[in-house]
Structure formats: structure tokens, C-alpha cells
């Protein structure tokens, strides 16, 4: 009886593990993103190849960023969110605040041409706490119906002389200065030492200045394409995915300058005490592959983190578009271009911001 006991018990606890195993990889997994466009580029490129070789259950959720929602569940002890994407600067303060689980990057898979991880990853991809998936930036654009032998530089975007007419300016600092001083003649890779000085941040100032009577104030993503549409603007800044989402799916003559576009990222992470931690591990190996992150720019025209995507990018998903000279990560898009400094960002945000208000009330 009591071997017969035993058996039985042996035999229920080999079920109950292999039934736990096989939950596990299955990979009942919440994954959290953006929404729209975006999310489902990554659904495309993400979840469906990921759900066929792995027969994952793959929740996914929306959310409108910021670490609120990471942070109560983890001080709640109920964390029900496996993996999401966020900003860097987002990243890069929840780890700071032991919210995430840390990430060896040593165990991400090599690119497809053997490069290991840590060098086929773009500089400033990699973080404790995070792995980057794609590179989004704010370029400016006009509208190449209205405008012949159009601007060429960021230098020409604050030329009023040479094309006159509006500008369109996203309301704040950010970004702005940065763009300022490219237009006044600092090098891209030299920006934000120049910022660093207060000197630096009185030329930003200055040179906007020199188009401040004939800006348009701008605050949502989906304003500038509309303002180019409307004939409001002659030139605006603007996300570039939404620029190309105005010319792909909408038959917009739009052109995207590339010189002097600030490049920012969006990253995984995982948060701290994830339910299925391991499994939200494997997908994000399995998302930030070169094949996964080429594939998803077929859908979106933002850049893949990985050196090794670049040269497998292919068309938009359902029209004859190349989508390689459409990313960020282009490398001629890359000539001269700046990625945010969110370190900067964060020790200066508050002041500039406040400085920026008071001369924009001037």
C-alpha cells in the first residue's frame, strides 16, 4: 500500500511539474506596448512568430507610458505585467528605483552574421535593466508639392530668407535647442557639450529667436503632418513615423530632412518579481534578433536597434515602399544626427523648460 502510495504520489507530483512545465512553455505572457500602429507592427514581427514557435499564450496591453503602473505593482507584491516596452528615460528611472529585473547582456543572441550582441546592438541601446528594440526621431518636413529645391539641412529650416514662410515647433525645450544649435553651425556629436555651458544654451535661445515671429506651436504627434497638409506651415518638426504614415497611408507629398534629427529609443524591461520572468526573457531574446526587429520595420518606419537588421530591411508590408531609407537608422539618415542625451534631460528639464516658457512669453 505504501509503495502503491508512494507511486501514486510520485506519479501526481511528475503531473503537477510536468503540467507546470508545460504551462511555462506555452509562456502565458503579458506583454505591454503603445497601441495603434506601433503595437501592431509588433504583433506582426512579435507575438505571431513568437506564438508559432513556442505555442505561447501572448496577452497583449496598451498603456500610455511612464513607470506608475511598474512601480505599484511591484511595491504591491502583484506584478501582472511579464515585459514592456518604454522610454528611455523611463528605462532608465525604474531601474534606478530597483523596479525591473536586470538583463545579461551577454545572453542576448549574436546577429545573424555571428556579430555578438553587444557590439551589433547601436551604442547607447544596452542598459542594465533595458534592451532597445527600435529608434524613433523628431526630423523636420515639408511638403515637396510647395516647395522647389527644397531645405536641405537644419541650417535651411531656420533660413527665412531662403524659405520663407511658417515653421511648425513642438511647444517646450526639448529638442528645440538641440535643433537650434545644429542650425547655428555646431557639429552633432558636439551638441550637448556645447548645451552643458551656459553660453551654449544663450545660442540656442538666440537662434531661435531668429524664427520665433513665424512659429506655429505644435503639442500632439498627429498636429504637424496635419499642419503641413493644411497648408498652415511651410516646414515643421515631427515624429517620423508619423510623417511616413501621412505619405504611406495616405498619399502625402511629404519629405523628411534628415540632418540634425534627434534619435531616442524605445526599450524591454521586465518588471521586478514578473510572474513569468523567464519566459518574458526568452521573448524578448526572440523579439530583439536581427530577423524579428527587420521585420517589424516593414510595418513602421522606425530603425531596428541591431547593426546586423539593417541590410534585411525590405518594403513596407503592403505597398512597393522601401523601407530602408525611411528609418532613422539609415546610415545615411545618421550623418548628423543626435541622439537624445537623457541624462542632460533629466538634471536640466525643469529649468529649461521654465526658461523656455518665460521667452516664449516674451
Known amino acids: 500500500m505504501k509503495l502503491t502510495k508512494l507511486l501514486a504520489s510520485t506519479a501526481v507530483g511528475a503531473a503537477i511539474a510536468l503540467g507546470s512545465v508545460a504551462a511555462h512553455a506555452a509562456g502565458d505572457l503579458t506583454v505591454v506596448s503603445w497601441g495603434g500602429a506601433y503595437t501592431k507592427s509588433q504583433v506582426e514581427a512579435y507575438h505571431k512568430p513568437y506564438i508559432a514557435k513556442t505555442g505561447a499564450n501572448i496577452k497583449s496591453e496598451d498603456y500610455n507610458g511612464g513607470i506608475a503602473e511598474i512601480k505599484a505593482q511591484v511595491e504591491a507584491g502583484n506584478v501582472t505585467w511579464d515585459i514592456v516596452d518604454v522610454e528611455l528615460s523611463d528605462a532608465i528611472r525604474a531601474c534606478d528605483e530597483g523596479l525591473l529585473e536586470t538583463i545579461d547582456h551577454s545572453s542576448l543572441p549574436a546577429g545573424d552574421d555571428g556579430t555578438p550582441a553587444t557590439d551589433d546592438f547601436l551604442a547607447g541601446t544596452l542598459y542594465d535593466c533595458a534592451v532597445a528594440n527600435i529608434v524613433w526621431s523628431t526630423i523636420f518636413a515639408y511638403d515637396k508639392t510647395k516647395i522647389e529645391n527644397g531645405p536641405k539641412t537644419m541650417a535651411d529650416f531656420f533660413d527665412l530668407g531662403k524659405f520663407p514662410g511658417k ?183 525643469d529649468q529649461l523648460n521654465e526658461r523656455f516658457n518665460a521667452w516664449l512669453a516674451k
Open 167 to 349: 515653421r511648425g515647433l513642438r511647444k517646450g525645450a526639448k529638442v528645440n535647442l538641440e535643433f537650434a544649435l545644429i542650425a547655428d553651425g555646431v557639429a552633432a556629436a558636439d551638441v550637448y557639450k556645447v548645451m552643458e555651458t551656459p553660453e551654449g544654451i544663450d545660442r540656442a535661445f538666440a537662434k531661435l529667436d531668429t524664427i520665433k515671429k513665424d512659429v506655429v506651436w505644435w503639442e500632439a504627434g498627429a498636429q504637424p503632418p496635419q499642419m503641413l497638409a493644411d497648408g498652415e506651415v511651410a516646414m515643421t518638426t515631427a515624429y517620423n513615423g508619423r510623417v511616413f504614415n501621412a505619405v504611406a497611408g495616405e498619399g502625402k507629398p511629404f519629405e523628411i530632412v534628415w540632418d540634425g534629427q534627434v534619435w531616442d529609443l524605445d526599450l524591454w524591461v521586465i518588471p521586478k518579481g514578473a510572474k513569468n520572468k523567464d519566459t518574458a526573457l526568452d521573448f524578448l531574446k526572440f523579439s530583439t534578433e536581427t530577423k524579428q526587429l527587420a521585420a517589424q520595420a516593414s510595418y513602421i518606419s522606425y530603425g531596428p536597434a541591431r547593426k546586423s537588421s539593417a541590410p534585411l530591411v525590405g518594403k513596407f508590408h503592403n505597398k512597393d515602399i522601401d523601407m530602408g531609407p525611411q528609418m532613422p537608422t539609415s546610415p545615411a539618415n545618421l550623418a548628423n544626427a543626435v541622439q537624445n542625451n537623457f541624462e542632460f534631460w533629466a538634471d536640466n528639464a
